[in-house]
């Protein structure tokens, strides 16, 4: 836990994340659950219909001057970003943080901020060097805001993940298969049906050795309707949305984790499967090879590249003595991503934001 002394002069504002539904969701709960003893936050967006979400965003408006009003101990302000319209929503709290004389962390966690920056170049570039510091996922966004924005204040912050869980009673998957998991949004931009296209041709090749469970939300029907056209349930399983023991049960008791996404920003459902000790699949798209190393803990591909995806399997289920070195290696370097680092490293950060700020008191 951060110290608190620290920790009341900071206020986080993002997304709704009591019971999390995405990736800045995630990182906010283990915020609230691992790094503040007590965390001060607004939530400026939730999911529902759209009078739900301007009522949401209306009242953080106001949530915020009130606070900046009423509560003279805030000094930081670190607001968690995407792009586009998060990133539009995000700079109006940040222009009421500055009305106040706070200093604004902007935390850009989106993969899509270079095409949105492209896009957007002269109010992106303008709202970014009016925050005292950027926070960013990887040092490959480190180096690009630094030459793009000329920003002087760029903070690589790992994103928190919550420790890994055994369970009380061991799951079972003695059953001499490779079992694989994939966990998120169920979507094209995730891959996933690109990954279950891929599987059709080789259904029979792969019977007896693999299974892949599925698990999340979105165009469940479209996916079941898919695994049911082309005969899959011997090698595929979907498990719908999982979160608790259920979670906890595919965690422990998958081998490899598979994520053939187009566009990541630093995927957490990847750091948590490191976290239990499993070999990645995955795409090399945004902040996934810093975490994923080719040859070490995982196999990158290109997004699309059905042939590449089945090769990758094919390789794991030839040399399962490379699951466990993989797995190994992912234990090891997901490290940083725990919360006693991230705390530390955010606490630090923090306290030399409010030196700087005393010193120009």
Known sequence: MMNNNIAHKILNIGPEYKVPRGGIAQVLHNYDKYIYSDMLAVVN???????????????????????????????????????????????????????????????????AFVDYREHNRKFVDKKLLSYDTILVLDNKWKVYFEKEISHNRVVVMENVIDPPQKLHIPVSTDDQRMHLLF????????????????????????NGKIMLHIAGNGETERLKQVLADNHLENIVTFEGWVSGEKKLQLMNSCDVYILPSYIEGMSISILEAMSYGMAIISTRVGGTPSIVHEGANGILFEPADKSAMIQAIRHFVDNKDDIAAYGAESLRLVAPYLPNNVANHLEALYADCIDRINENN
């Open 45 to 111: 967006s939730c999911d529902g219909s759209l009078p739900k979400k301007i009522f949401c965003l209306v009242a953080a408006l106001f949530k915020c001057m009130f606070l900046f009003v009423s509560n003279k101990n805030i000094k930081i302000v670190h607001i968690h970003t995407a792009s586009y319209k998060s990133f539009r929503r995000s700079s109006w709290f940040a222009s009421i943080a500055h009305l106040f004389n706070k200093r604004v962390f902007m935390h850009i966690h989106g993969g």
């Open 183 to 206: 966990l998120g949004l169920i979507c094209d931009k995730k891959g996933i049906f690109d990954l279950v296209d891929a599987l059709i041709p080789v259904k029979d090749e792969l």
